[in-house]
């Protein structure tokens, strides 16, 4: 019986051997291509290769898992999808893309092997499922124990619809006062345990390659996304974009000065770093 196959795509190498060697230890048949960095590559890897199964990093340069899982769609032998994201919220978007499940990084082996259980079964039996049954059984897991059902004890009333991701891994949604929802708390690991800060705790985000410091008035604290997947969540009345790798919490800022240089940057409440505004943002504390 020839050995099922699979594709990495993800673009952190260290987050990407992380899961090869997991999935040695978990799925020890299974004969691993050489990693895809990005999203461009991934799809000609499949169309090339066909694997069986492709681990795809939500967020990647070229094109998006999601673009990747759309163009695999379109194949006549698509493989099996698992989302491999930072947040949950992606979920509803697996859905449309019918993935056979999701992982959240960093990735735990007891998740891994629950996925991997679930990818041999649909490849034992690729017809067995139609799109709407893997559909109701992704809702049923985000429910019932999931990433997203029911952590920290949260349970969804029998009224809520069963498809509406409650909270991410690093970063707590919060009740919408209009059509949207923002977060109201950051939850980062410091060592062996876990801070939870509330979002008007946070003097400003700065990015840091994949990863977003929290600066806080207690110190810096990491949280495992990108500003760009950051920023939609955060309440724009709130925090401001001061720079293409700066938001900052207008609520801490107490004046906006000028360098002897002619740049602008702000003097906050309880921090004392200078935050720097780029010229694209300048207008946004022009009269202040």
């Not at 066909?50 to 990093?57: A, E, N, R, W, Y």
């Not at 724009?236 to 002619?262: C, D, I, K, M, Y």
Request: charged share 25%; with cysteine.
């Amino acid at each position: 019986m020839t050995s099922p196959v699979a594709l990495i795509a993800e673009d952190e190498p260290l987050l990407a051997d992380a899961l090869r060697t997991m999935l040695a230890q978990t799925w020890p048949a299974l004969h691993v291509l050489p990693v895809a960095p990005d999203g461009t590559s991934a799809i000609a890897t499949i169309a090339q290769a066909q694997p069986d199964v492709v681990f795809l990093d939500i967020s990647m340069p070229g094109a998006t898992g999601l673009d990747v899982a759309r163009a695999c769609a379109r194949l006549t032998r698509p493989p099996q999808i698992v989302f491999v994201t930072a947040f949950d919220r992606f979920a509803l978007d697996a859905f449309d893309a019918a993935a056979v499940d999701y992982l959240l990084k960093p990735v735990e082996p007891d998740r891994l092997a629950r996925t991997v259980a679930r990818v041999r079964e649909r490849l034992a039996a690729p017809d067995g499922g139609t799109l709407s049954q893997l559909l109701a059984t992704l809702r049923t897991h985000l429910e019932e124990g999931g990433p997203s059902g029911q952590r920290n004890g949260q349970q969804k009333g029998k009224g809520q619809p069963s498809d509406t991701p409650e909270e991410t891994p690093a970063l707590r949604a919060a009740p919408a006062t209009d059509t949207r929802e923002y977060l109201r708390f950051v939850r980062a690991s410091v060592r062996d345990e876990i801070r939870i800060v509330p979002v008007e705790d946070v003097c400003f985000f700065e990015a840091a390659d994949k990863y977003v410091v929290v600066a806080t008035t207690d110190g810096d604290l990491l949280i495992r996304t990108s500003l760009r997947e950051l920023i939609p969540q955060l309440d724009p009345s709130r925090f401001w974009q001061v720079h293409r790798s700066t938001v900052v919490n207008v609520a801490e800022v107490v004046s906006a000065q000028h360098t002897p240089l002619g740049r602008l940057t702000l003097k906050l409440k309880r921090r004392k770093d200078r935050v720097a505004v780029s010229r694209q943002y300048a207008h946004l504390f022009r009269q202040m």
